[in-house]
């Protein structure tokens, strides 16, 4: 499977791992955590179901406005809402902040791509490798994510190794799942202007001058 990507698509790839690194653990101990915290079964599954109902949402508002708004600068918003989220979840217990984290912040209690980010990356990596090497490009794409989904759920290991106690383990995992939004955020900032839909209009009236 050989195929060229410019560092617009490296980035792409590289965010498409962390947050699937990322989902992969949340899915795992996202359910045990909040029965940990003292939340009911009733309120668990709604706040599963807010959360499902509102990646829909989110990527329904977002992608809309990325054309006019911006693809990179959506992006990086997704990437801190998603932060916020993880940090509303790992220090708060109040169902309705709970919640309303979980419709705004793109989290992911089955692992799978609950937000924006897959539309929007979808939309950028045509742009990033020549026209006869995108099936392959799309095929180590989905490639990563599952990958680095199955890694992240083996991570849900790591706070047992540290000995930590269960709770406590929890914590430090919605924790990564914080740090890994931030790191997307960053990565997303170096995007360059021809993830745009008028930056790639530009780039290409410049290369036919």
């Given at each position: 499977?050989?195929?060229?990507?410019?560092?617009?698509?490296?980035?792409?790839?590289?965010?498409?791992?962390?947050?699937?690194?990322?989902?992969?653990?949340?899915?795992?101990?996202?359910?045990?955590?909040?029965?940990?915290?003292?939340?009911?079964?009733?309120?668990?599954?709604?706040?599963?179901?807010?959360?499902?109902?509102?990646?829909?949402?989110?990527?329904?508002?977002?992608?809309?406005?990325?054309?006019?708004?911006?693809?990179?600068?959506?992006?990086?918003?997704?990437?801190?809402?998603?932060?916020?989220?993880?940090?509303?979840?790992?220090?708060?217990?109040?169902?309705?902040?709970?919640?309303?984290?979980?419709?705004?912040?793109?989290?992911?209690?089955?692992?799978?791509?609950?937000?924006?980010?897959?539309?929007?990356?979808?939309?950028?990596?045509?742009?990033?490798?020549?026209?006869?090497?995108?099936?392959?490009?799309?095929?180590?794409?989905?490639?990563?994510?599952?990958?680095?989904?199955?890694?992240?759920?083996?991570?849900?290991?790591?706070?047992?190794w540290l000995a930590l106690s269960a709770l406590a383990g929890y914590r430090l995992l919605i924790w990564g799942y914080v740090g890994a939004a931030l790191l997307m955020a960053l990565l997303f900032f170096?995007?360059?202007?021809?993830?745009?839909?008028?930056?790639?209009?530009?780039?290409?009236?410049?290369?036919?001058?």
């Amino acid at each position: 499977m050989k195929f060229t990507l410019s560092p617009d698509g490296w980035l792409m790839f590289a965010a498409c791992a962390v947050r699937s690194f990322a989902y992969g653990f949340l899915s795992v101990i996202l359910g045990v955590y909040l029965d940990a915290i003292g939340l009911t079964a009733t309120v668990i599954g709604t706040i599963f179901t807010a959360a499902i109902a509102g990646g829909a949402v989110m990527t329904l508002a977002i992608t809309s406005l990325a054309d006019s708004c911006g693809r990179k600068l959506l992006l990086i918003v997704g990437a801190l809402l998603m932060a916020l989220a993880g940090f509303v979840f790992a220090v708060s217990d109040n169902t309705v902040l709970l919640t309303i984290a979980a419709i705004f912040g793109t989290i992911s209690p089955s692992g799978k791509e609950v937000g924006p980010f897959l539309s929007l990356e979808q939309a950028v990596l045509p742009e990033t490798t020549r026209d006869e090497h995108r099936t392959a490009m799309f095929s180590a794409y989905n490639l990563v994510g599952s990958f680095a989904g199955a890694l992240g759920a083996l991570a849900v290991g790591v706070p047992s190794w540290l000995a930590l106690s269960a709770l406590a383990g929890y914590r430090l995992l919605i924790w990564g799942y914080v740090g890994a939004a931030l790191l997307m955020a960053l990565l997303f900032f170096f995007l360059s202007p021809i993830v745009e839909a008028k930056g790639k209009a530009a780039g290409r009236g410049a290369r036919a001058a």
